[in-house]
């Protein structure tokens, strides 16, 4: 009948603690992502886009676990299009996940294994529901930072591969200042 005090805590935008990683993703590992070559060519490739922190309580893999995350994604556009996550599918395709915006306003963008692509509009309170094998990546369409936070079995692991070969089916764009999938 002992009472610990938790290992990880979290903030509106991070989880600290122990079993957290973090990781940021700078324009230079995003090389390939966006479709206008020629502005990514100019831009600093030292520039924070996204940073994720992740408590990982057992080990990648294990069946039957949760892991949660929290995202960071900066403002920003390379030419027309919106900064966003690389996007994945997840390594054993039938891993459903979670995600609910926290902070700001963006749209998580799906794509199923048929190549189809539709949008949902992230803002603070959003809940989104990913069913297996639908590829995610999340765009910030805003002036401040969008915050997301998410839930994914522990077994579900990343494929970023298919993606890196193949993109998503269509791209969200600025046309005239409205967010739009071409
Ligand atoms: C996951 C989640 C999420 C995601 C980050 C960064 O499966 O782990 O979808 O934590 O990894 O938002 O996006 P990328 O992994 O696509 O870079
Ligand atoms: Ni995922």
Known sequence: NKVFIPEVFFTNDCLTGEDVVKSTRVLGDL???FQDKEAYGKMNKEQAVYHVSSYLPVLENTPGGLFMGITTLYPGKVGQEYFMTKGHFHSNSDRAEFYWGVEGEGFLILMDERRNVWAERMFPGSLHYIPGKVAHR???????????????PSDAGHDYATIADAGFARRLVDVNGVPTLV
């Open 31 to 33: 090389d390939g992502v």
């Open 138 to 152: 999340v765009a910030n369409t805003g002036y401040q930072k969008l915050v997301f936070s998410a839930c994914w």
